[in-house]
């Protein structure tokens, strides 16, 4: 595992392109893009004010950046660096922006969640969307891209409309058996909506393209309901994660309850293997030490090293055998995990100075060997699973792992 040297980063701004070829990262109101290969500046644009959010086109050809506070959208391009594009909401606002699948099309939404602006960047022409629901998670496209979810909110009373991203023209209007919208989500396969209610209620329902209401399901009444919802790449399976701290598996035929995994405090299994961190450190001989001690014996002599122990917590579940795999303690609160986009390995971050992997051969704790106080709040993996970036609050680096990496134990 090989580490490069930091650079400088706001607000965790660092994305890769979907095609892995750049690094894109925010410095204030710099846009800097970088080869991913050797981290050279191939571009840096200059915005009208700081960069609250970055995001690719699907293409790799465009880069967003929104100032929020200014109501501001900037849009570069790669091929052709002295072109540029600005949109100004104005008085409206802005609190959202995102592409849509082709890259083509900005997705605006205006403050208050008054309306969706939807922009194109080759025809300039502007179409709106009105009644967006502020909730976690209002905009759900397909896969494939072909069509748009959205979840509305009109007369006190929730829905949701389909539309065709090449036209934006509407697909399909329904009204939804919700109190009030948390979210809406695509399977990856595009054939099934998932949309879940408050958490104030347990409901989470189950459409088909045409807006037919397929099933609901409700774990329990009268206690904090859904906290999370997470389709499986196949779209067999959809997790939910609840508020009673467990985990339910719906399976795609019935929409019933396949399974139920649960955090209890103790393990009890012999088959689970749990890893947990410790730190150890180094035996030193006080007889032998100088005084005063130099700079080198006195970093040894209060320097700790981090290791995994077999004998709180990321769980992993085995989901073709339906049971708890593996639980790693941390020392630190889990800040965030994400798995490769291409193997079965997990990074871990908890807000210090190492970085966490696990795959089925064990468990490897790694320090990040950079100068200053680098605590590793959040990452993102590279497409091709090889490299990442690690994040602290002002810097980055980049990590690269070996391809054997993964059978160390």
């Known amino acids: 595992m090989n580490f490069s040297e930091c650079f400088k980063l706001s607000g965790q701004l660092c994305k890769f392109s979907p095609d892995g070829k750049y690094l894109a990262s925010g410095v204030q109101y710099r846009l800097v893009v970088r080869s991913t290969n050797t981290l050279q500046i191939l571009q840096l644009f200059t915005c009208l004010d700081q960069i609250q959010h970055i995001e690719w086109s699907s293409d790799s050809l465009f880069i967003l950046c929104a100032m929020y506070k200014r109501g501001i959208v ?22 959202a922006s995102c592409w849509s699948p082709d890259g083509r099309h900005i997705l605006n939404t205006t403050e208050f969640h008054l309306r969706i602006t939807v922009w194109s960047l080759c025809t300039k022409s502007v179409s ?53 919208i948390a979210g809406i989500e695509w399977a990856p396969n595009g054939c099934v909506l998932a949309v879940w209610d408050t958490c104030l209620e347990y409901k989470i329902l189950l459409y ?48 019933k309850k396949i399974s139920e995994f649960e955090h209890p405090i103790t393990v009890a299994s012999p088959k689970t293997v749990v890893y947990k961190e410790t730190e150890k ?50 020392l630190c609160p889990v800040q965030l995990f994400q798995w490769d986009p291409c193997r079965s390995r997990l990074a871990v971050c908890t807000a210090n100075s190492r970085i ?19 605590q590793v709040v959040s990452l993102c993996w590279h497409s091709s699973g090889d490299s990442m970036a690690l994040m602290s609050k002002e810097n980055f680096c980049m990590c690269y792992l070996e391809r054997e990496a993964e059978e160390v134990k």
């Not at 900037?74 to 609190?95: F, M, N, R, T, Y």
Request: proline residues 5%; neutral net charge.
């Open 356 to 374: 966490y992997l696990w795959s089925p051969a064990g468990c490897v704790s790694v320090q990040v060997p950079v100068e200053g106080d680098f």
């Open 74 to 95: 900037q849009v570069w391009s790669l091929e052709q660096p002295g072109w540029h594009c600005k949109i100004d909401e104005g008085s409206a606002g802005l609190v």
């Open 281 to 330: 450190s180094p035996v030193v001989k006080m007889d032998k030490l100088p005084f005063p001690p130099s700079k080198k014996a006195a970093s040894s002599l209060f320097s700790t090293k981090s290791k995994y122990n077999i004998p709180n917590a990321v769980w992993i579940w085995d989901m073709q055998k339906m049971k708890l795999f593996v639980v790693l303690e941390q």
């Open 208 to 255: 088909s393209l045409d807006g037919r209401l397929l099933s609901t399901y409700c774990a329990y009444e009268w206690s904090l309901g859904i906290k999370s919802v997470s389709w499986s790449p196949s779209s067999q399976f959809l997790a939910i994660g609840s508020y009673d701290e467990k985990v339910r598996i719906l399976n795609h035929v019935t929409w």
């Open 128 to 180: 709106y969307i009105k009644y967006p629901k502020a909730c976690q998670q209002a905009i759900a496209f397909t896969k494939d891209g072909r069509y748009m979810a959205l979840a509305e909110r009109r007369d006190c009373k929730d829905y949701v409309s389909l539309f065709v991203c090449n036209d934006w023209q509407l697909l399909r209007h329904f009204d939804t058996e919700t109190q009030d």
